[in-house]
């Protein structure tokens, strides 16, 4: 570790998801880029790894060939749970099996996942007023499945890192605690998500300080603040928030957030191996050598 790194060497590893150049939660948000060109735009952009969209391969040994031609790695497929709503238990756990095998099959040591029953964010109403509220056999529902999640991921060396997102029912800091409360933290880790938790009222700084030891994930994203803001004095869904650029990458001089005071009180708190993810849900701004670089020197500082 030289004078001039806060990090060892491969300490950090960053990766970006495909949301620079294609929506997942909203695929008719495209502008045409095909599969190939995400990609290698994402290896000479110099990302390390990047998360699944649907345009990339289903089979995962073609995905792999194609990963590995860029030197870049799956560094955190999602899940998608539904333990809060009936008749969805079996389904849940039969999705996750199959993301454990998607993992083992592509090498990979991480996955995200967030209860998105009842969630708001997909569909086109006011995203945070229909956000739904869990009641306690929910919550008890949640905690159980996730921990049940969480074991068999543990038995598999794959780490189990829950993201709070916008729209859901654990959005906010106070359900964020409850969930860290009720989980187990040997097996359900947690995923910072900076723009997520900025636009749901949270602070970051405050986030780490609480649940540092449990963070095993990180998504570095930026927020608009006077999009933000507009977005929730007029009870805009997440679809409009995005399209009118509440998101956007690290550095941009037009986000709010210190992503510097962030490195001091975590990465550099904890120093641990793991996945740093760059998201970005706007497309107008394909600035991913800039975003990565500006990272990068925010390490070597």
Known sequence: MSNHTMFPAGAVKFGITPTGW??????????????????SEMALAGFEGCSRGHKYPTDPVVLKRELDMRNLKMSEPWVSTYFTINEMYQSTLENFDREIEFIKQMQSGDLVLAELGGSSHQQPIALVPNAPKFN??????LADGLNTLGHKAN???????????????????DEIGRLAELTDPDCVHLCLDTGHLHFAGGNNLEFINLYSDR????????????VMNYSLDNNLSFKEAILRGVFTVPGDPAGCIDFKEIYKRWLIRILQVGWSLKRNKTQQKRRHYFTRRWLVNICEK
């Open 155 to 173: 038995c598999c060396g794959v780490k189990m890192c829950y993201h709070h997102h916008m729209g859901t029912g654990v959005m906010t800091m």
């Open 136 to 141: 306690d056999d929910q919550w008890k529902r």
């Open 22 to 39: 294609v929506n997942d939660d909203f695929p008719d948000i495209d502008i045409g880029i095909p599969f190939g060109q995400i990609v």
């Open 215 to 226: 963070i095993k994930h990180v998504h570095l994203k930026n927020i608009r603040q006077d």
